[in-house]
């Protein structure tokens, strides 16, 4: 191609056109589970397909608050991505942890605030599953695997977060019912779900309890205005005497910090997915600018500093990738991964601002300016604060490698 | 050796483009060729021999019909080429031909030739990415590629008329609708400027018809916009299933450049395009091109446009 | 109603490699159902569910076409045929007529459903031979079908004009990509298709050549684009200019 003359390239960031759903992903399939890969590769492929199609053009709108995520939300639900860990009595797809994260890591890059809302959804989905009676399970999880119902995973206050154990939200046994009074913050997808799994103290501890939308007492505030993350319905969850039946307690009494807890571990390796999914699209739109932006009469994709941004960004990708794919496998096996999980949301977390704040770089000017591009960054910053901030997480690694070394 | 061939087509100007590929082949090969037409088309073909077939009103319209017409008398007759235009109902006609005959059958042909017996000939191949040599043992039936040869103008010669007859069908014609034409006759348009993706809204397509009206020309669009979002009528949709068009011009505005659209606009003289990104595919395909915003690029191509007019 | 609906599994178009000297990489090119044939297949489904019935997937290639068989019994089909032949390696005529026995040996059917042309080669010949060489009714480029009783009643889409045609059933209908958005299986669905029965039939075991098989391709080769590229970068106000200035020495502007 003869050029006449070079510009600044339009503002636009247009995604490349690219298959979500890669060769990369085949690879890493193929290597964690070898015996059934390509099974997993051919369903993975389909959503992606379907993800690329149906959700990622409407992500730039969600962003700007001119499009729902309900819409493009229920129709993943019917592809079935709710279902694919959970066991096939419930309407799950009883498919290994590796392929469902894998699938958050193709939504995030698809839209971030779709793949929030449905990884807080899916954790209570989680929590019936390993702590739910069988009853409970078999009322309330069908309809949460099919996405009939939506859910919402209720435990942060407004003055305790990481510190779960002095959370002030309490519940009382009255008769055959509990009273829940207190009120919970930065709750996603409040106000929308039909069913609340809710972190409440009773005297022995905190304990684990399923609220119905609609129930009296259950109020909400308005959504949250947040810096990214548009999309999703973030706020407050107020309970004023809000009456439950008991058999709406999930477990034991007192034993609600160690589920909340261990719903947390998989909800992190959740995370880390979720974020190597928008590294990857802030590093695609950046690797095609910086092939067609000109400077100094030529792209600067041929200057070493743009070359090392390229170089790092793929590489922390390829890690971050990696780090959550055996954190999955390490669950799978059935052993405590909670270190893992740790060690992957850390990682990748910090890995996808680095990579996103990279691409604003690149982009200079426009990025500073392109809301499409500096979103990835806006969405991305949330998740070294939500699901366990990398501080405590962090004090985490450490602990269970001073109990390892003894 | 020397061959006879047949040229028809429903559409009396498309035989006559079959007619100037039948006139072509049988001059190089050696030999004659026969325009058929049915029922009232004789005075509207070309060529020196033309062959009418005559039967009910329904012939005319139906495929079914008249490639049942056109075998029974091929039986007779024995051509060993029958070519047909390659327009949707010419290739029904000369797929059922083919198999009433007992013969092979090739279709969007173009670069036509004989040789050892054996019809050759090109044609289109994945999304015309490539280009596929082909080759089909006479006696055969193929379908011309429409556009591919010069039409000849009808002749004063006198049709030998041939009675069909009572011809059984087994579906039959309930309506016909004429497509609007307006100004949209892209097929024979010499300047077409056309509209893809790139165009935001509905509204912003006036900014592609103004300026096509300003340069005389219609107006197409890619498949999206068409099929998908419904902002043009399927008319206008340009492509391999689509129209294709061989215009003097062809201005790609917003069009990313996908074979499926390539496809139908390759036979263009002029290809030009404006995209505001710079690895669209439609500039590998373009002979000009504007990198930009169209929403600033069209308005300033209207102001030059006018300019040069005084 | 017992439909059976006609696919083929082709090379992507779109992913296909040339090397420097023009020739295509066949070999190991990735494949997919022909593009339009997901709208036969979706089409096939809406009758399914309309009249309610069953949907047989029919196609007349390689062990690499179960790939798109199974892509279609996620979608809703409920069996596969396929009839082991490279539809490359033969001509249209021969794969039309183990098409057609295929589908007479599966059926009998009320419907047989094709899409209008094959994404590589779009010849548009194989449903008409296959609705001639079965004997029976044939309505192509539906964009609308409507079945009553033992009839049906085809919207066709042609060039110029939009025709309605009223055939009996059983019947041959090739279906425009307009027609409707194909639907996507859902994870379930693809799980599921493996277990869905797909029979594989031999050719000559299916229908015995009569003549020798001669492929219509004796070559392919990459188009030669031979366009300027030409390519003008600046501020609107000069690219047009530049634009329009080199088209009207291209002499293609009006006067």
């Known amino acids: 191609m003869r050029t006449i003359k070079s510009l600044p390239k339009s503002a636009r960031t247009k995604a490349p056109v690219l298959a979500i759903y890669s060769a990369e992903h085949r690879r890493l399939m193929g290597i964690f589970h070898p015996s059934r890969h390509e099974e997993y590769e051919e369903l993975l492929s389909s959503l992606g397909a379907f993800m690329e199609k149906e959700i990622l053009p409407l992500s730039p709108k969600i962003d700007a608050g001119e499009a729902k995520i309900e819409g493009p939300r229920k129709a993943l639900f019917e592809q079935g991505m709710c279902q694919i860990p959970f066991p096939q009595e419930y309407g799950g797809l009883g498919l290994p942890f590796t392929v469902y994260s894998n699938a958050v890591e193709l939504l995030g890059t698809a839209d971030a605030s779709i793949a929030l809302s449905v990884e807080i959804h899916n954790a209570v989905a989680e929590g019936l599953n ?258 366990g901030t990398s501080e405590v997480l962090r004090l985490l690694i450490a602990r269970r490698e001073m109990a390892r070394s003894q | 050796m020397s061959i006879k061939v047949w040229a028809f087509s429903e559409v009396p100007e498309v035989a006559n483009e079959v007619a100037s590929a039948a006139d072509a082949l049988s001059k190089a090969a050696g030999g004659t060729y026969t325009v058929i037409g049915v029922n009232g088309s004789g005075p509207r073909l070309a060529g020196e021999a033309k062959l009418v077939l005559k039967g009910s009103d329904a012939l005319s319209g139906s495929p079914e019909l008249t490639a049942e017409a056109l075998s029974r008398a091929a039986k007779e007759a024995n051509p060993d080429l029958i070519l047909v235009g390659s327009t949707r109902n010419g290739k029904e006609i000369a797929a059922r031909l083919a198999v009433k005959l007992g013969r092979s059958c090739a279709s969007d042909l173009f670069g036509l030739a004989v040789s050892d017996g054996a019809l050759r000939g090109k044609r289109n191949a994945f999304a015309g990415k490539l280009i596929g040599e082909v080759s089909t043992p006479l006696p055969c039936v193929a379908t011309v590629k429409v556009g591919a040869y010069p039409t000849l103008a009808p002749s004063a010669a006198a049709a030998t008329m041939k009675e069909v007859g009572d011809l059984p069908s087994k579906s039959h014609l309930v309506e016909r609708r004429e497509k609007p034409r307006g100004t949209v006759d892209l097929k024979g348009a010499k300047l077409i400027v056309s509209a893809g993706r790139g165009v935001k809204k509905k509204e912003d397509l006036a900014l592609v018809s103004e300026l096509a009206a300003e340069l005389g020309g219609a107006v197409g669009c890619s498949r999206p916009l068409s099929s998908d979002m419904g902002w043009l009528p399927e008319e206008h949709h340009i492509g391999l299933t689509g129209v294709s068009v061989h215009p003097d011009l062809y201005l790609a505005v917003g069009i990313s450049g996908q074979l499926q659209h390539v496809a139908g606009i390759k036979d263009s003289k002029i290809i030009a395009a404006v995209n505001n990104d710079k690895s669209a595919p439609i500039f590998e395909a373009s002979d000009y091109g504007v990198v930009g915003d169209l929403y600033a690029v069209l308005p300033a191509m209207m102001k030059e446009v006018r300019s040069r007019r005084h | 109603m017992k439909i059976a609906v006609c696919v083929k599994h082709a090379v992507d178009e779109n992913e296909l490699k040339v090397d420097p000297a023009g020739n295509p990489q066949f070999a190991g090119a990735a494949s997919k159902m022909s593009t339009f044939d997901k709208n036969a297949v979706e089409e096939a489904l809406r009758l399914k569910s309309a009249h309610s019935g069953d949907v047989t997937v029919l196609t007349v290639g390689t062990a690499d076409a179960k790939k798109t068989m199974k892509e279609a019994l996620a979608m809703g089909a409920d069996k596969g045929v396929l009839v082991t032949a490279d539809p490359m390696s033969i001509n249209t005529g021969r794969t039309a007529e183990l098409l057609a026995a295929a589908v007479r040996k599966a059926g009998p059917f009320d419907v047989v459903l094709c899409s209008e042309g094959s994404s590589d080669i779009y010849s548009g010949l194989v449903p008409p031979m296959v609705g001639e060489m079965l004997g029976l009714p044939y309505v192509g480029y539906a964009k609308k079908i409507e079945v009553a009783g033992q009839s049906a009643k085809v919207e066709r889409s042609l060039e110029d004009s939009v025709e309605v045609v009223e055939a009996p059933l059983p019947l041959v209908v090739s279906v425009v990509s307009e027609i409707n958005e194909p639907r996507y299986p859902t994870l379930i669905q693809i799980m599921q298709a493996g277990k869905k029965p797909m029979e594989e039939i031999a050719p000559d075991a299916l229908l015995p050549e009569s003549k020798p098989p001669s492929p219509l391709f004796v070559g392919m080769k990459a188009q030669a684009m031979a366009r300027k590229k030409v390519v003008f970068e600046g501020p609107p106000e000069e690219t047009a200019k530049k634009l329009v200035d080199a088209l009207g020495s291209e002499g293609v502007l009006p006067r």
């Open chain 1, 130 to 387: 390993r702590f739910a009676s069988e009853e409970q399970k078999r009322k309330y999880l069908p309809s949460l695997l099919t996405g009939k119902a939506l859910a919402s995973f209720t435990l942060t206050e407004p003055a305790s977060g990481s510190d779960a154990g002095t959370m002030a939200t309490t519940a009382v046994r009255k008769g055959g019912e509990y009273s829940i009074n207190g009120s919970k913050m930065f709750i996603t997808n409040a106000g929308d779900a039909e069913l609340y799994m809710v972190f409440a103290k009773t005297p022995v501890g905190p304990s684990c309890f399923l609220v119905r939308a609609g129930t009296p007492g259950l109020s909400f505030g308005g959504d949250l205005k947040k810096m990214g993350m548009k999309g999703s319905r973030t706020s407050e969850v107020v309970f004023s005497d809000c009456r439950v039946p008991e058999e709406n307690l999930v477990g034991e009494e007192g034993k609600g910090a160690d589920y909340a807890k261990e719903v947390l571990h998989g909800a992190r390796i959740i995370v880390a997915a979720l974020n190597v999914g928008i590294a990857q699209i802030a590093y695609d739109k950046s690797l095609a600018y910086a092939r067609s932006r000109r400077a100094f009469g030529k792209p600067i994709s041929e200057f070493q500093l743009t070359r090392e941004k390229i170089a790092d960004m793929k590489t922390g990708i390829s890690a971050g990738r990696l780090l959550y794919f055996y954190a999955s496998s390490v669950k799978e096996s059935g052993v405590d991964f909670s270190s893992e999980a740790s060690q992957a949301k850390v990682f990748a977390t910090e890995m996808s601002l680095k990579v996103c704040d990279a691409a604003i770089q690149i982009y200079g000017g426009y990025g500073y300016t392109s809301d499409e591009l500096h979103r990835h960054w806006r969405d991305a910053r949330l998740l070294t604060i939500g699901e």
